[in-house]
């Protein structure tokens, strides 16, 4: 899950990430994304989160102030980053405070992946959240990108985003006494526009999440005798969020059983303000060494 030493300029991978969620509108509320140039062939999760969620709101008028504030996902099949994606939107319902869209990412005319999302006009009501846990700032951490830098095999596709683990080198190398914690943002700043932040986020919140079902085991994502795979996801978002700025990902898993493993997230601005919440349960099927 880490940039290797040929990662593109943080100018041009903000490019490419930014185009990643530029869908091409191929009519009647379906539109088709593409894959990062030279990804492995396997397609990363948060990829159709993202572009499923500019999908959706692709359908929802532009003059309504109504941004997303959840979605839930089914990954179906494996993805493929070698074929384009096409997301077709159903308009559930469009309420006077809430808007309701299923999309459906499909390959090779199989469905790979579907997703119900809401969209919500905000309005003032209670407030109240868990308050941030105590952790040092992302100054002077080294990002996964320059603790992995000289090791071979750990290109991946996300790009244009940086994540800082409070633990450094021993976040990735597993054991249960180890921090989950991490510090996340893009590499330059984003247009001002919330949809796209959200998109970003979603994208990102795959990134690391079911290792910490892992973690507990000794084990990590490199481990031979275990195969993972998300299976399901869903984000909320609770309050306005930009990803150009620091954001610190609390991470941890409750439960696994039945080789599937079930994880939680919890994001925070610098200034320890929840702007949103992660759930996935994935597979974590234990599997003979080669």
């Known amino acids: 899950m880490l940039e290797s030493q040929g990662a593109p ?108 999302l809401s969209f919500h006009r905000p309005e003032i009501g209670y407030d109240h959240q868990t308050e941030a846990p105590q952790a040092p700032g992302p100054e002077g951490l080294p990002s996964f990108a320059e603790l992995y830098a000289h090791e071979p095999g750990d290109d991946h596709p996300m790009r244009g985003v940086e994540m800082r683990p409070i633990a450094g080198r021993a976040y990735v190398s597993g054991g249960a006494d180890v921090l989950p914690h991490l510090w996340m943002r893009s590499l330059g700043d984003i247009p001002d526009d919330p949809t796209l932040h959200q998109a970003i986020i979603a994208y990102m919140s795959d990134s690391t999440l079911l290792s910490e079902a892992l973690r507990p085991h000794n084990l990590n994502w490199h481990d031979t005798h275990v195969q993972t795979a998300s299976l399901d996801h869903a984000l909320w978002f609770h309050r306005e969020v930009h990803i150009d700025d620091w954001l610190l990902y609390i991470q941890d898993s409750p439960s696994a059983a039945n080789g599937r493993g079930f994880c939680r997230g919890s994001l925070y601005t610098r200034d320890g303000i929840q702007v949103a919440s992660v759930a996935q349960e994935g597979l974590v099927r234990k599997v003979d060494a080669p």
């Open 9 to 116: 300029s943080d100018t041009s991978a903000v490019a490419e990430l930014l185009a990643l969620f530029d869908l091409e509108p191929q009519g009647n509320d379906v539109f088709a994304g593409a894959s990062p140039k030279g990804a492995p062939d396997r397609l990363y999760g948060g990829q159709p989160l993202g572009q499923a969620l500019i999908a959706a709101s692709r359908t929802i008028d532009t003059e309504d102030d109504r941004p997303a504030h959840s979605l839930h996902a089914y990954f179906l099949r494996w993805g493929s980053n070698q074929l384009p994606i096409f997301y077709e939107v159903e308009r559930l319902r469009d309420g006077r405070s809430f808007s309701a869209r299923r999309v459906v990412a499909s390959q090779a005319d199989k469905p790979i992946f579907v997703c119900t």
